[in-house]
């Protein structure tokens, strides 16, 4: 067995294992947002601003 093609295939088990670890983030950080959004409005109370443009006090 040649030792370089170990290597190479002990690299790419890493890079799928990252991968992996990676999609399992992005799908639970997903959900969490669209938990939020959908569900958000009856957990965490209604933030209300007093105007759209809070820069305008300064004109």
Do not use: Q
Request: glycine content about 2%; hydrophobic content about 40%.
């Amino acid at each position: 067995m040649d030792p370089k093609n170990v290597d190479c295939c002990e690299e790419r088990s890493k890079s799928l294992r990252a991968r992996y670890i990676y999609a399992i983030i992005f799908f639970i950080i997903n959900l969490t947002a669209w938990f939020i959004r959908d569900y958000g409005h009856s957990v965490f109370p209604p933030t209300y601003c007093e105007s759209s443009f809070p820069f305008l006090w300064i004109l």
